[in-house]
């Protein structure tokens, strides 16, 4: 999983938008491409780089390092994911273990194999008087001539402030409609973390994003579509539905928070259990249904609410329940042994353990893995001494279920009486000694 990043800019708008239509279910919701100036905070952005289970390909894109660009590096955003797969599975560089494992989670009628580039090309590096420039590919999949500067500004995530570079680029890329190949243009921020290289933190953050209002039993709620910042659309997994909830014209977009639904999920607004059995491909409406299956309203799992138990059997075979661990603090750990950052905070985890580890603090990974046996020679090889609950992919997802948990890592640190009392950037790398100190020295 890459790092994310989110521009936040000073000031709220008021959403421009079209209500639904129908005043009984089901309602169409129409959703316009909206500036977002703050409404939407994190994970609505296209890591650029790879980053995926196989060795990627990129047919047809720009391969030529602009002459102007000095100790440069070309980075390729997947905009797609399933149509890449798809099509790359046809073009024979991807192989069938890959295609099986992402095609079990996309309807078949919503990609081709016919070529679609889904892929958006830039060139990042410095010109020859020392300035950080990108160069980005344009509609004829050559490089356009043009350089764009990236300037230093500051992006607000969780309470934390991060010193970012940005430039504001066009960017274009097709995608398959379900009938026929069509190309999207829209403004967007390339954005690094100031204070590491390009390579590990550049990504491609739309600046128009889909929102609308949902009346609902008399209550207007203002909602955001959203799929990496861009088409297409579909019924598939981290694509979200966006409702705030709490009018504070912000949408919590983190998965276990009370204002992100699944699409492929039922959800509980205003009393009544929905579910979404429509979306237009390029974001423009949705259809919301009564759901046949009755679900509870979402509660979100932030600081001062209780920590949903759970019992589960460990790597070693042993029983543990969140609520047996109750009189100690403990760090709750999505992870997965395929994700990157997750394997880069290994040496911090461990030295939390060494530090705290005992009758005060535990830690608890929740690994969402693919091989239970190349998951526990992972855990050996690396000497991981806290516990380990594997959930096996389409075996046993229950715990990660349970939390919301489609992100990784996710962090999660509960007090001795169960309640949550950090989470999210608190726990990361760069701050989880400091935090972990306010309550156990």
């Known amino acids: 999983m890459e790092k994310f990043i989110i521009l936040i800019v000073s000031g709220i708008i008021i959403l421009t938008s079209c209500t639904?239509?129908?005043e009984i279910p089901p309602y169409q919701v129409d959703l316009k491409l909206t500036k977002n100036t703050g409404q939407a905070p994190p994970?609505?952005?296209v890591s650029m780089g790879g980053g995926y289970v196989f060795e990627p390909e990129y047919p047809g894109e720009p391969t030529e390092m602009p002459t102007q660009i000095k100790n440069g590096q070309i980075f390729h955003g997947i905009i797609d994911l399933y149509q890449y797969v798809s099509q790359g599975f046809g073009a024979g560089f991807i192989d069938s273990s890959t295609y099986r494992g992402n095609r079990v989670l996309i309807d078949s009628s919503t990609v081709t194999r016919d070529w679609v580039d889904v892929i958006f090309t830039v060139a990042v590096g410095k010109d020859g008087d020392g300035d950080p420039v990108a160069y980005v590919e344009g509609k004829s999949g050559e490089f356009r001539p043009e350089p764009f500067y990236f300037v230093p500004t500051t992006v607000e995530f969780q309470d934390n402030?991060?010193?970012?570079?940005?430039?504001?680029?066009?960017a274009g890329f097709e995608y398959y409609n379900g009938t026929e190949t069509v190309r999207f243009e829209g403004q967007a921020s390339l954005l690094y973390l100031a204070d590491s290289p390009p390579e590990e933190s550049l990504q491609l953050f739309f600046e128009k994003l889909r929102m609308g209002t949902w009346n609902v039993n008399d209550q207007p709620f203002d909602v955001l579509l959203s799929k990496e910042s861009a088409p297409p659309y579909r019924k598939e997994l981290y694509t979200y539905l966006y409702i705030d909830l709490n009018e504070?014209?912000?949408?919590?977009?983190?998965?276990?928070?009370?204002?992100?639904?699944?699409?492929?999920?039922p959800f509980n607004i205003a009393g009544e259990s929905w579910e979404i059995t429509k979306i237009a491909a390029d974001g423009s409406s949705i259809t919301i249904d009564v759901s046949e299956e009755k679900v509870d309203p979402?509660?979100?799992?932030r600081p001062g609410t209780k920590a949903p138990n759970f019992s589960a059997?460990?790597?070693?075979?042993?029983?543990?329940?969140?609520e047996s661990l109750q009189g100690k603090y403990v760090m709750i750990d999505f992870w997965g042994t395929w994700c990157g950052p997750c394997i880069d905070a290994l040496p911090i985890l461990k030295e939390a353990y060494e530090t705290y580890g005992g009758e005060?603090?535990?830690?608890?990974?929740?690994?969402?893995?693919l091989s239970l046996e190349r998951f526990g020679d992972f855990v050996e090889r690396e000497n991981l001494k806290w516990p380990q609950i594997p959930e096996i992919y389409e075996e046993n997802n229950e715990i990660q279920e349970l939390y919301s948990a489609n992100s990784y890592p996710t962090y999660y640190l509960v007090d001795p009486e169960g309640v949550i009392i950090e989470y999210g950037m608190a726990l990361s790398a760069e701050n989880?000694?400091?935090?972990?100190?306010?309550?156990?020295?």
């Open 20 to 22: 639904s239509k129908n």
């Open 43 to 45: 994970l609505l952005a």
């Open 161 to 170: 402030l991060f010193q970012v570079m940005e430039a504001v680029v066009p």
């Open 248 to 265: 504070d014209g912000i949408f919590d977009v983190m998965p276990d928070g009370f204002e992100a639904y699944p699409v492929t999920e």
């Open 298 to 301: 979402k509660v979100a799992l």
């Open 313 to 322: 059997e460990t790597l070693t075979g042993n029983k543990i329940s969140l």
């Open 360 to 369: 005060d603090f535990e830690i608890v990974g929740i690994a969402n893995e």
């Open 432 to 441: 989880l000694m400091e935090t972990l100190g306010k309550y156990l020295e």
